[in-house]
């Protein structure tokens, strides 16, 4: 099946909003092997629109169903669905449902004159009730086409995606693609890829993509099979080669994040942390606090970026830092160490360094990171770390490199 995806809406092509729908969209058609073959974005205006409808729809076209993005509301420039209709030589009516639930999430209050558009939808569609909004999603089927029609806010356009429309799109292809991704730190993508040559130039079914991320690389293997089973039975062996050659760079599959990694982690080997930040400035731990139930191992997270903060809240050492300066091995190990024995956790792990683009010297560059980590009964150890990029990649890609040190470490306790 080829899917195109259009995005409608002027605040769009304004760059007033960031066409994130668009890739989450792709991202989820993928793993059900839906190629999506373009994308466009059109304003709000009923001729350019129907122009990019009579375009996708053409006899000599590609696709197989458009996915529209937005223009499903209450108000007059959300045309969607009429031309939708028009074009499909389609009426209009109101989706008794969704009307429903429109008037129960007012509660006996006033409602807008309005809001009844927002459950107008064309006749003889199918409906994908809307459980995070007002504007059901629609599909129209004619001549072996479709369209689906979805909301724009993408806290109710992700649910429905997931939830209604990739299953839908189950229905309608024989057999399944699935994928399964691995995560992987430490290997640049040109090296990973030179690693995995072979694997890449003889590849028929599984597929096997790699993805450069900011700091890391995915590689997706891809099935085409009857069932999920039959999927998992031809990639296994390809991802087994795969660990096989890069091992312990390899951190994550699928969802897993290097944050839920490392908490997953500490968990098994019932640790608790505390984090000592100077160049990132809180960053690690919001990485960590954005996984939910970490509250049962992040006991404290310390945003130390002075040296009088480092010696107040830390008890680094006065003279630690006149010989060896606040970016260097000594006072990372002695932050680690600080932020261990003053929250009482188990570890301690610390960053420090020079983000740039000001602050750096020939002999201390900008990019320049220092990591510590502390591990009760264990000696300190502390990592050299250069990161490129500008100022914010520098501190995303030093706060990737602290968590996966924290990682490996971890891995390795397990394994010893």
Partial sequence: MVAEILSVGTELLLGSIINTNAAFASLELAKIGVSVYSQSTVGDNRGRLTSALERAFDKNGNADVVITIGGLGPTLDDITKEVAAEFFGRGMKIHEESMQRIRDRFNGRPMPVNVERNALVPEDATIFLNDNGAAPGICIEKNGKMIIMLPGPPHEFEPMIKNQIIPFLRTKTDGIFFSRTLRILGVAESKAE?????????????????YAKVGEVHIRLTASAENETAANTLINPIAEEIYRRLGPSIYGEDETDLPEAVINLLKANNHTLAVAESCTGGLIASELVSVAGCSAVLREGFVTYSNEAKINRLGVSGEILKNHGAVSAETAAAMAEGAAKVSGASIGLSITGIAGPDGGTPEKP???????????GQPTETAKFNALGNRNEIRARSAKQALDMLRLKLENNMQA
Avoid: R
Avoid at 194 to 210: R, Y
Avoid at 366 to 376: D, E
């Fill in 366 to 376: 900008a990019g320049l990171v220092f990591i510590g980590i502390k591990i009760n």
């Fill in 194 to 210: 030179f690693m995995l040559k072979d694997l890449i130039e003889a590849q028929t079914n599984p597929t096997i993509a790699p």
